[in-house]
């Protein structure tokens, strides 16, 4: 079913017709980090990954969760005139942690009266059956996603990312999760120089097959401070037009189940962050 005349599922549309109202989506910072950042699996993190890139602003400061989901609600209800909110633990690996430290932060988000749910950003190696059953549970109760960074279904580009772990590690986590119930995001990341369309179009196929309730395609950005900066500046490689992105999106979307809801097509980095020509030019 389709809930728009575009041509495919927009994500703020299905919030509209599950909640009654418009609902906006916003982000925490709870202070994880990774595994493949603190030796547990690698160093450094994935190539391209430098937090400041994709964090909002108003997540940057480390303050408590209740302090950050109040004052972000505040300004949504006094600029937007919003009053339903999902809270998304953004920054990082958000179920990186022992799981008694995760509920009191989940728990804090969602005491909230207008928090209607939340979504985890996390890797599939950073999730278990004890944490996966607590958010069976709480599913019972409040909408919850867990947000997965597929990024490719290719194992060599993975590796080249240093991404820590294979796509077989990702589809059993997705599928594990969707068996208890759970909404699952799927993020993939679409103009790596290790693949070809035609492999990112591969991506769109394979990935259609598994119970995903929700999308988000990234174009990438080359950004400061990153292994992937340093790659490109030492040897500069193709970057997306905006005309290449167009018709990039448009295949990737013909190619991926109908089904499923898409979160977004494309995402900017803060100018202070993006590294020269790095981003989809318009």
């Known amino acids: 079913m389709k809930f728009s005349d575009i041509p495919y599922n927009p994500y703020s549309t299905f919030l509209k017709e599950t909640f009654g109202q418009r609902v906006q989506k916003i982000a925490v910072h709870a202070g994880f980090t990774c595994p493949n950042r603190d030796g547990t699996v690698a160093y450094g993190g994935c190539t391209y990954c430098n937090i400041d890139s994709f964090t909002p602003e108003a997540a940057r400061a480390r303050i408590p969760i209740k302090e950050q989901v109040r004052s972000r609600i505040d300004y949504g209800k006094t600029r937007y005139d919003i009053k339903a909110f999902m809270i998304y633990f953004q920054p990082y690996s958000n179920t990186y942690a022992p799981l008694e ?45 867990i947000e997965y960074g597929i990024e490719s279904v290719h194992d060599e580009m993975l590796r080249l990312i240093n991404r820590g772990h294979d796509y077989n590690c990702t589809k059993a986590g997705i599928q594990k999760t969707a068996g208890g119930g759970i909404n699952v995001c799927a993020h993939v990341v679409l103009g790596f120089p290790y693949e070809t369309k035609e492999q990112m179009l591969q991506t769109a196929e394979e990935i259609s097959t598994l119970p995903l309730n929700f999308i988000k395609i990234h174009n990438l950005h080359i950004v400061h401070y990153t292994e992937l900066a340093k790659e490109y500046s030492k040897k500069p490689f193709h970057i997306f037009t905006f005309k290449e992105w167009v018709d990039m999106v448009c295949r990737f979307l013909e190619r991926l189940n109908p089904e499923f809801i898409i979160e977004r097509v494309s995402g900017d980095a803060p100018k202070k962050t993006a590294y020269r020509a790095a981003v989809v030019q318009r």
């Open 101 to 145: 430290h995760l509920k009191q932060l989940y728990q804090e988000a969602l005491e909230h009266p207008e928090v209607v749910g939340i979504s985890v950003g996390t890797r599939p190696d950073c999730i278990d059956d004890e944490k996966l059953a607590y958010f069976e549970e709480l599913s019972q109760d409040t909408f919850v996603t």
